[in-house]
């Protein structure tokens, strides 16, 4: 550890103010196999991260099975955009000739040229800011066959996507499309409830949230399980590493 290091900065500023005197531990000694400057410190706690998220993720995908829920792992942009593209092509429009699909607007959802890849497909995309009032999005999203979204946490335990309110991703994206598709980055699965109410303890949702667990489904009727009934009646989570 060279006295220009980060490391040996960092040591000495920490011993200055405990107050301490004598020589900056040895860092080999205290990082076993990390070399003298270098920015993996944090690397191992980083790897078991990616574990857990991968866990989560494994354990949601199973508790969506029983949810009528299709959940998987997407690993690059190009594969998001053919996925979405494979579900559109394969999912029936119900109110209208022609399958149409309404689109939050995030980052993500431009950086994977999911629009474009279904317009590639004969597939007319919508989204918020292009409609010329929120009633005509509104009778938008009533008539498509799709809504896309990006969902902001996802919780394992119980299969259960968090989305907040707000006028780049309106909460009728979610609930008024024949189906749904929700793209979950792995950094926003989270493993229980608690942890999600500690994250809002810190940042409130002061615009509402939507919970989902599964597409919806009612069995009012003679105790049989019928989908669709108030909302969507597919509903595809994709995870994604990228």
Known sequence: MGPDSAEHRFFVTLRTALERRGPSPDFESLFPGK????????????????????QWIQAFIEEAKALFMDATRIETPEQLADAIGAIAEATHAEWAPVRTAVCCNHPMIAHAAIA????????DVHF??????????????????LGIFVADYAIAESATLVLRNCADCP?????????????????CILPTFSQLADILACSPA??????ITGPSKTADIEAVMVQGAHGPRSLHVLFTSF
């Open 116 to 123: 474009d890849n279904l317009r590639d497909r004969h597939i």
């Open 171 to 187: 909460r009728l994206v979610s609930l008024l499309p024949s189906a749904s598709i929700a793209i979950v980055p792995m950094e």
């Open 206 to 211: 002061n615009e509402g949230m939507s919970f």
């Open 128 to 145: 918020p800011d292009a409609a010329a009032s929120p009633e005509a999005f509104r009778n938008r999203c009533a008539e498509a066959t």
């Open 35 to 54: 070399t003298g400057g270098s920015s993996s410190i944090l690397g191992p706690d980083a790897m078991t991260k990616h574990r857990e998220r991968q």
